[in-house]
């Protein structure tokens, strides 16, 4: 039996979909690599199409600003589908350099700012749901996230955390020691409707547990697994997908 129909939406240089396919068939989709240049030469393919996924790496060598160019395209090529997409009810989520571009699509809130530390950070980190978020894709997860991040601009900017969280848009926050300078830990962020949601870190990257660093060192734990948010994103998709 085949899952819901998704589609990994890619540009030059993106790295991360090979993961993102993963992660979506273990979670019981049906992914499809797409570059974002031939989706806007058919966007009636979204029409078939129950879940975005936009993957992360360096999309456009990050030229201009991390995800500025694939957030372009996006913008003048697939604007008003996107925007139906989201109307629609069916889930997208972007991933690191997805969340850039999400954020410079106007389709999240908020900026990704160079981290403060002003260096290129690749470690891993611990995420915390934020029990009040309306973000389906982190609902009643099992327990705090544990993932890699690898980013020089994910340091999350935002004027009013407050405001973004009592309106249960904030989605994830580090539970670990803020990587980035993210304003409030904030890791990840929804739009109103909960089926929109950008993160820095990479939950494709630990959906078996042995891709965990020490996974050999402890006792098997697989409520850390980034899988389990995939798997509420499918069965959001699942929900609306006819």
Same mark, same amino acid.
Do not use: K
């Given at each position: 039996?085949?899952?819901?129909?998704?589609? =990994?939406?890619?540009?030059? !240089?993106?790295?991360?979909?090979?993961?993102?396919?993963?992660?979506?068939?273990?979670?019981?989709?049906?992914?499809?690599?797409?570059?974002?240049?031939?989706? @806007?030469?058919?966007?009636?393919?979204? %029409?078939?199409?129950?879940?975005?996924? =936009? *993957?992360?790496?360096?999309?456009?060598?990050?030229?201009?600003?991390?995800?500025?160019?694939?957030?372009? %395209?996006?913008?003048? &090529?697939?604007?008003?589908?996107?925007?139906?997409?989201?109307?629609?009810?069916?889930?997208?989520?972007?991933?690191?350099?997805?969340? +850039? =571009?999400?954020?410079?699509?106007?389709?999240?809130?908020?900026?990704?700012?160079?981290?403060?530390?002003?260096?290129?950070?690749?470690?891993?980190?611990?995420?915390?749901?934020?029990?009040?978020?309306?973000?389906?894709?982190?609902?009643?997860? #099992? !327990?705090?996230?544990?993932?890699?991040?690898?980013?020089?601009?994910?340091?999350?900017?935002?004027?009013? #955390?407050?405001?973004?969280? !009592?309106? &249960? +848009?904030?989605?994830?926050?580090?539970?670990?020691?803020?990587?980035?300078?993210? =304003?409030? %830990?904030? @890791? !990840?962020?929804?739009?109103?409707?909960?089926?929109?949601?950008?993160?820095?870190?990479?939950?494709?990257?630990?959906?078996? @547990?042995? +891709?965990?660093?020490?996974?050999?060192?402890? *006792?098997?734990?697989?409520?850390?697994?980034?899988?389990?948010?995939?798997?509420?994103?499918?069965?959001? @998709?699942?929900?609306?997908?006819?």
């Amino acid at each position: 039996m085949t899952g819901v129909p998704a589609i =990994v939406l890619v540009g030059p !240089g993106t790295n991360r979909d090979p993961d993102a396919v993963l992660a979506l068939e273990l979670a019981g989709a049906t992914p499809e690599i797409v570059r974002a240049d031939r989706l @806007a030469d058919a966007p009636e393919r979204l %029409d078939d199409t129950a879940l975005v996924l =936009v *993957a992360g790496g360096f999309s456009y060598a990050d030229a201009l600003g991390a995800g500025r160019m694939l957030a372009l %395209d996006l913008d003048v &090529g697939l604007g008003d589908a996107l925007a139906r997409f989201v109307a629609d009810g069916r889930p997208i989520i972007g991933i690191c350099n997805g969340f +850039q =571009v999400l954020t410079r699509t106007g389709l999240l809130p908020g900026a990704l700012g160079h981290n403060r530390s002003g260096t290129f950070d690749c470690r891993w980190v611990e995420l915390a749901p934020e029990p009040a978020s309306a973000c389906v894709w982190t609902r009643d997860l #099992p !327990g705090p996230l544990e993932c890699p991040i690898a980013h020089g601009e994910g340091r999350y900017v935002h004027p009013d #955390p407050d405001a973004l969280a !009592g309106a &249960g +848009q904030v989605a994830l926050r580090y539970a670990s020691p803020n990587p980035n300078g993210s =304003v409030a %830990d904030i @890791a !990840g962020v929804c739009d109103p409707t909960g089926r929109v949601l950008g993160l820095m870190p990479h939950p494709e990257n630990h959906v078996l @547990a042995r +891709q965990h660093p020490r996974h050999h060192r402890r *006792a098997a734990d697989d409520t850390t697994l980034g899988l389990h948010l995939f798997r509420n994103g499918v069965r959001a @998709a699942e929900e609306v997908w006819t």
